[in-house]
């Protein structure tokens, strides 16, 4: 059965709240009714009618023709079993506090992807912004479970405060990656910038592909070939062979951040 | 009495009396097959009986580096105990004194269950502190760090409360030489039997046991009617040319397995023939009041 569809008609001329239309919020509804769902943030209403034509299918997978950057929290609060699938862009907090499911994007996406999404897997053709997997302001954990995979390149602190799941950049991450990370695995395949890595990191695994030098709080621990690390490999093999290739391999584990626990750790190719 | 004849060898109209137990499984992996086996040998010693050890145990069998989940050798041991207390007690020492302390070792869980026993759970805390958890694709392993690396095994196992345990065929022969052939080539069919294990040494058992003895406080003493040496002397179940008689005890993680294990011996010892190995076949059990099991072999040949 073919799946729920969003076709955009022009691009919208404000931000729009997409988070009523996970298919799960969906199911039972006519087509009527969705196109008459609120989607608007400013005082100007904005229905859904307004700004896509929809076409009935099946409302366990829903998908958007066309996309934009101004599609903000889309999958918000998806629960396990839906699917998302966007051919274009999208805004902010894409699945921002997902419990399940699955949502793939051909294009970019915005800042705060998968805030404190619990069990996601998250798959970004394009590029990621900033605060990738974090918390929003106030907030203490960040992404606490799933997997997101950016074949593209993400903005800074990617990975702040994740409390448990995957993080994998395919391209290069901004400044700050994992800064302030609880828990949880950053791999990138890329460069990372800046001198910031694993800021404050308490107990994350930040896997990164090439040598490099990292701050004075991480301590050198050796090469070793770990268990865990096969595991994953063998876990991400048919989504990013990249990852996959990297994790195989004999590790270089700098322990960090030992301003903090030190009970993280940074893990670069021997 | 009553008996079938299968190329030779006398079957008896008799079935096995087998009861519910507690299963659980890991897998345990190892850089190489000698030390996954090692790790795995050990850790299943003194564990042929619920009677005086803390659980019956067994390699189920070889697995190859594709069928590992960190892909390395592993060899798949299954346990059983007659409570989920005393097989997560068991299985925790067991790795705690045995595989954890085995270089290169790592452990997983072997099936889902119906119920999970804290195994990475209650030992990673010998890590003293330095342990780190891991989940991936839903499961949550601890690395604890240990001198040759790092310790991975998973924080739980799955437990079955469907297990059957005490699955068995008495094989009787002429000579202890031909009756231990009939005996290892069944032992080998039932090693081939998935998610079944032959828990004593070497998987025979030449001890068969009845219940209750001439000595207050025993529970049980030797099977006189099967002892050889007593033909003549006692209640004997033996015929004439019957000059020694070992046995297998199965247990499995389902009945259809312990089934299957029978079945697959019966049809190795049958194959063999009566020259080269046994003569007869029957099967112990305490006349069907006390084991819900009952594997009565006419059935399964």
Redesign the interface.
């Known amino acids: 059965m073919k799946p729920l569809l969003f076709t955009l008609k022009a691009e919208p001329d404000q931000r729009l709240d997409l988070s009523p239309l996970t298919p799960d919020r969906l199911v039972g509804r006519s087509a009527k009714e969705i196109e008459s769902l609120s989607i608007g943030t400013t005082r100007k209403s904005v229905a859904v009618g307004d700004i896509f034509k929809v076409k009935l299918g099946d409302a366990t997978s829903v998908r958007f023709d066309g996309g934009s950057d101004r599609f903000d929290l889309l999958g918000a609060k998806l629960l396990p079993g839906f699917e998302i699938h966007v051919e274009g862009d999208v805004g902010a907090q894409l699945g921002r506090a997902a419990k399940g499911g699955t949502i793939t994007v051909a294009g970019d996406a915005g800042p705060y992807v998968a805030s404190q999404s619990a069990g996601a897997n998250i798959d970004i053709y394009g590029d990621a912004g900033d605060f990738l997997g974090a918390p929003l302001a106030g907030e203490i954990p960040g992404m606490s479970?799933g997997r997101v995979v950016v074949r593209g390149s993400v903005g800074a602190r990617c990975g702040d405060r994740l409390r448990?799941?995957i993080i994998i950049v395919e391209g290069d991450a901004g400044e700050d990656l994992g800064a302030r990370a609880i828990?949880g695995?950053i791999i990138v395949l890329g460069t990372a910038e800046g001198e910031r890595i694993g800021y404050l990191n308490k107990?994350a695994?930040i896997v990164l592909s090439e040598q490099r030098e990292l701050g004075p709080t991480y301590v050198d621990c050796g090469a070793?070939?770990?268990?865990?690390a096969?595991?994953?490999a063998?876990?991400l093999a048919a989504e990013s062979r990249g990852a996959s290739r990297l994790l195989s391999g004999r590790l270089q584990r700098f322990a960090g951040d030992t301003a903090v626990f030190g009970?993280g750790?940074v893990l670069l190719p021997a | 009495m009553p008996q079938l004849i299968r190329k030779g060898i006398r079957i008896d109209e008799s079935f096995a009396e087998a009861f519910p137990m507690t299963g659980s499984g890991v897998v345990v992996t190892a850089p190489t097959r000698k030390w996954a086996m090692q790790a795995a040998t050990t850790m299943t010693g003194y564990a042929t009986s619920v009677i005086g050890c803390d659980c019956e145990a067994g390699i189920d069998c070889e697995l190859s580096t594709r069928e590992t989940?960190?892909?390395?050798p592993g060899v798949r041991v299954l346990l059983f105990g007659f409570s989920p207390k005393s097989v997560e007690k068991a299985l925790v020492n067991r790795i705690g004194q045995c595989v954890l302390t085995c270089p290169g070792s790592?452990v997983f869980s072997a099936f889902d269950g119906e119920a999970k026993i804290k195994v990475g759970d209650s030992m990673r805390q010998f890590g003293d502190?330095?342990q780190?958890?891991?989940?991936?694709?839903g499961r949550r392993?601890w690395?604890v760090p240990v001198m040759d690396?790092?310790f991975?095994v998973e924080s739980s196992v799955g437990l079955t409360k469907k297990s059957v345990g005490g699955g068995n065929l008495l094989i009787m022969g002429e000579d202890w030489a031909k009756t231990m052939r009939a005996t290892e080539a069944a032992v080998e069919a039932v090693h081939a039997t998935p998610d079944a294990i032959a828990p004593f040494p070497g998987g025979v058992v030449r001890s068969g046991s009845k219940v209750g003895s001439k000595y207050k406080g025993m529970g049980a003493s030797t099977n006189d009617a099967y002892c050889p040496t007593l033909r003549g002397a006692t209640n004997s179940a033996l015929d004439a040319d019957i000059g020694c008689v070992l046995e297998i005890v199965i247990d499995g993680l389902t009945s259809e397995a312990v089934a299957a294990g029978m079945r697959a011996g019966l049809k190795a010892i049958i194959a063999l023939g009566p020259k080269q190995g046994a003569k007869r076949v029957g099967a112990g059990n305490y006349g069907g009041k006390l084991g819900p099991f009952h594997y009565h072999l006419k059935d399964l040949v």
Do not use: Q, V
């Open positions: 479970g448990r799941g828990a695995t107990r695994s070793h070939n770990l268990g865990f096969k595991l994953f063998k876990s009970k750790e | 989940p960190d892909g390395r790592a502190k330095w780190i958890s891991k989940a991936i694709d392993y690395r690396g790092e991975l």
